[in-house]
């Protein structure tokens, strides 16, 4: 009987069978595939821990700063449109205030993501501590109530 192309005159094959080595080599893409960590962009930034009880009288602040990126790349603060430069103006001066003000953050559906890391990364870097995301109701998915 004869074998993948040999003879039946009893000879060795002098062919190698690679088909196990092709086997072994797939399953190893695959096990590194898997285990390769996904790549993401994030940006770390500490947000308060919630508590139970209500900030003390002294510490509610009136005062509400919020930044809106819209789709044609502008920055707005407090619906005032502003640059970079601005912005990291105006956040050193917050925390010159005896209360700092809190900072929102809101970014419109079409805002530029590389425009939203460059203000999250001003942000972060200002030492702004009362800071939050507003708005994300908006963007629930629609159904689920």
Do not use: C
């Amino acid at each position: 009987m004869a074998m993948s192309g040999g003879t039946d005159d009893g000879s060795p094959m002098m062919e190698m069978n690679t088909t196990p080595l092709i086997d072994v080599m797939l399953v190893l893409l695959i096990m590194f595939i898997i285990t390769i960590p996904v790549a993401t962009h994030a940006i770390n930034i500490d947000l308060p821990a919630p508590t139970e009880e209500p900030p003390p009288e002294d510490m509610i602040d009136p005062i509400k700063n919020k930044i809106v990126l819209t789709p044609s790349d502008q920055i707005l603060w407090n619906a005032e449109p502003i640059n970079q430069g601005e912005l990291v103006r105006n956040l050193q001066e917050t925390l010159t205030f005896a209360v700092e003000p809190e900072l929102q953050f809101e970014p419109e559906a079409n805002a530029s993501y590389e425009i939203s890391a460059r203000v999250l990364n001003i942000i972060k870097g200002s030492g702004v501590t009362k800071f939050g995301f507003v708005g994300n109701e908006k963007y629930r998915a629609f159904g689920k109530e």
